[in-house]
């Protein structure tokens, strides 16, 4: 039983990952370096910690892009 759990942890784990280098690809950010990225990550994640309008803003632009994929 433990080894399944492990198993399903794993494989959520895996499916989690692929989702998020998803959203780097239709972001646009295939091809930038992996050190631009995490530097892009890290800032974002200081802005939103200190302003929630930021968070608001980038929630519609993020809804925009996810509306175009019907498309």
């Known amino acids: ?29 295939r091809y930038e370096k992996r050190a631009v990225l995490l530097g892009a990550l890290v800032e ?6 200190a302003d929630e309008g930021e968070r608001t803003r980038l929630i519609a632009i993020g809804a925009e892009a996810f509306g175009d994929e019907g498309k």
Request: net charge positive; proline share 0%.
């Open 44 to 49: 974002l994640s200081s802005r939103l910690k």
């Open 1 to 29: 039983m433990a080894r399944t759990r492990t198993s399903d942890a794993r494989k959520r784990d895996t499916r989690e990952k692929i989702e998020l280098g998803g959203l780097i690809v239709k972001a646009g950010l």
